[in-house]
């Protein structure tokens, strides 16, 4: 396997600028912060996009994506060093791509005076860039967060951006600075762009040294309207100087030229004159800074927007893009009157918020996890802080697959994508269990068919979907012994139980998946490349006896004894059958079982596309296309990946998992795709380096092979480095992630957007699951354990509120020294070998 010439560069000492108490592990420079936008929001609240010029853009917080979206809020500082008056927007100068345009430059605020030079470092959730010019007697550091801390679903679902810039003078003279933000109230603003009128601030005294500018939206827009809401403001860490509750309205930009004169003339802001007003609010605050010293100014960005629509099965075009359904809510409205609310909550716990986010990603910086490892861990647990992800009022964790530029893509926490994520389980297992509530209770009908796309409102469009996909179906009873494992929930396993055994029984109804239950999956199986595959396939056979070990594990725990005698001795035969009919020598291929006709598949097995063969209607099922064939998956083993960081024993042959695993390797890697047909979307170009999604090393391909074989899906790369990882084979688990993370450099793309059907795609979670994979770190909350291989090294155990470090030495003790207190886990060292 060839590996990429660069390997990603760490941050490094040379920039010792970069605030220390914000945690960094990767560090941008030039080019490669063009693509950088960092969402910082919380868990089901959108987003606000903090770029790597240090710019706020993408304001996603209307209750859908909203890519592109911007509002002319910035924050800036003057200078007087009592010589030289300078006025700087605390940004970084526009890179190149930014300059062309029809009119000029594209980018917000363009015109305006920035800081020569920049840099960019991030561990998310944080992210900070380094201003520097050398006409300034200052270095600024501007930061950005929102809390993310394991185990607390509530401190980390705040709509809020922590923003604090830190002015470093490096000058032999005292400097008076004065920090401005400003935030343009852009609530009820609608497709066209336009801002109702009405919006309006007024100042309020939040306690302590914090003053806000309390948002109000304006009477003209619908009460049900998504974007009607409120923003705020504030300064938490100083008195405001001055401040404006709106600017003047002015032609020919020059509401802008009134803002920067007033402030730029004496760092102080006056209210503007008479005439119309722009609902644009600012606050400023001012600091002596002696020579060699530093003073630090935070702000709080927040906003409550309540109305969120439920999703609908049928996809809408403009405005509503499948958004169209009743009101379902916001989970942190509920906790909250107005954005105002928020700040006088959040305020007094900045410390405690930023002492444990550090907490959680200091966990994974200061282990011996490679460091593209550590990079591609931290990097796409974003998804949970980007649109995608959204709670309803009553709490209930969903979301999209990921988004488009204005909207979800493919609703429905759709079973057979959140297959592959590992991150929600292990970061916030309460809201996991809401999840298997949706799965095992509202989207599970009375034959045991789960909708693979959950409907809203989940009490009367729960199973509205038609179709089960047997690899979300089969994967949701992996992750629910996985959520009881992490948590011991007894309580809940056995309240989902019933539903859980009723799951897996669908996989035997007559014309089903395994109807003659032999333990291979015959039937018409709908799985997540959008297509059903016919007959068994090594894929849905790993998630198949995943779930056969893990229901005979839960069914024994609750007491349903015969049943788990017959899940193990299914998965014995399976397992059996699995190695002897497809394994072919190198990997886990498929046999095709053509059903002949239509009425040999049980009803609700699969979905029609125009333009397939058969035809719409047509009953000739006699040659199927879209099928794997003799392809290399290179998710094979996802099933068996999941099962191994549960502890669960599959019961494949190892020597054959582990031959499979360097096949997917040796025939799926790419180092170059100048050469690569590729018909449908392009995930890697050029000169970089991937695992393609499917191969045909010895020939065979169908004629119409399965639509997303020749793509690069980097989900799919992360599952297979994960199974490679859990076996030992860390030096190629390595090399796919290094390979990933090159590709989403900053410089073509955004590293916290690793995109599959859209942007924050949930698959891309699959990444969570190395955090784990190198000792094979298993967590059981019932029994109190946590079981590794005796790997040398420092490695990282995050499981709800256990997150720590568990150190193991060559001697072969180990230590484990926990982040947030709590009761001890025993360590449980495998046997060599």
Sequence with gaps: MQRRSEPIQPYSEESAAFDADRPW??????????????????????????????????????????????????????????????????????????????????????????????????????????????????????????????GDAEASGLPLLIHRTRLHNTSDRTVEAAVCGSLQHIAGRGPDGRIPPGNTFSLVHSGGDTTTLAGRCGDTVAPDDEARGSLALAAVDGPVTSHRLTWARRSWGDSLLDFWDDFADDGRLEAPGEGARVPTGSLVVTRRIPPGACADFTFLIAWHFPNRRAWTHHFAGPPDYGHGGPLVGNHYTTRFTD???????????????????????????????????????????????????????????????????????????????????????????????????????????????????????????????????????????????????????????????????????????PLGWDADRDGLLEGCQHSTSDVEYYGPNGINQSWYLGALAASAEMARAVGDTAFADDCEELLTRGATATDAELFNGEYYAHTVLPPGTADRIADGLRIRYDGDSPDVGSDDLVDPDLQIGPGCMTDQLAGHALARLCGLDDRLDPEHVTTALHSIVRHNHRAEFHSHFNHLRSYALGDEHGLLNCTYPHGGRPERPFPYCNEVWTGLEYTAAVALATHGMHDLAEHIVDDVRARYSGRTRNPFNEVECGNHYVRSMASFGLLHAWPRTVVDARSRTITLDPLPGRWPVIAGALVGTVEVTEARTARFAGRYGGEPYELVLRPSG
Excluded at 133 to 148: K, R
Excluded at 367 to 389: F, G, I, M, Y
């Design 339 to 509: 954005a105002a609310d928020v700040v006088r909550h959040a305020a007094p716990r900045l410390p405690e918020y930023l002492r444990r986010t550090r907490g959680y990603v200091e966990t994974v910086t200061g282990s011996d996890l490679p460091e593209a490892v550590q990079d591609a861990v931290l990097s796409n647990a974003a998804v949970l802080k980007s649109p995608t992800c959204f709670r309803i009022a009553d709490g209930t964790f969903l979301a999209w697959e990921g988004g488009n530029t204005d909207h979800g893509s493919c609703h429905g926490s759709c079973t057979h994508v959140w297959n592959y994520q590992y991150a929600l389980e292990q970061l916030f297992p309460d809201l996991a269990w809401t999840m298997r509530e949706v799965e095992f209770v509202h989207s599970l009908d009375e034959r045991g068919k789960m909708s693979f796309r959950a409907g809203l409102p989940l009490a009367t469009e729960g199973t509205k979907w038609p179709v089960a996909a047997a690899d979300g179906q089969l994967g949701a009873l992996l992750r629910l012994h996985r959520t009881w494992q992490l948590t011991g929930r007894d309580d809940l396993l056995a309240a989902y139980w019933p539903g859980a055994r009723k799951a897996l029984e669908f996989t035997w109804i």
């Design 25 to 150: 592990l990767r560090h941008y420079r030039g080019q490669d912060r063009a693509h950088i936008v960092l969402p910082v929001g919380g868990i089901g609240t959108g987003c606000i996009g903090f770029g790597g010029r240090g710019q706020l853009l993408d304001w996603e917080l209307f209750n859908r994506p909203a890519k592109g979206t911007g509002a002319d809020s910035f924050f800036s500082v003057r200078l007087d060093d009592g010589e030289r008056v300078t006025t700087r927007v605390l940004e970084a100068s526009l890179l190149e791509h930014e300059y062309e345009g029809p009119h000029g430059s594209r980018s917000a605020l363009h015109g305006l005076p920035r800081f020569r030079h920049g840099e960019f470092a991030a561990a998310h959730p944080f992210g900070q860039a380094l201003l520097t010019d050398p006409e300034l007697p200052v270095v600024a550091t501007v930061s950005a967060y929102n809390p993310f801390v394991p």
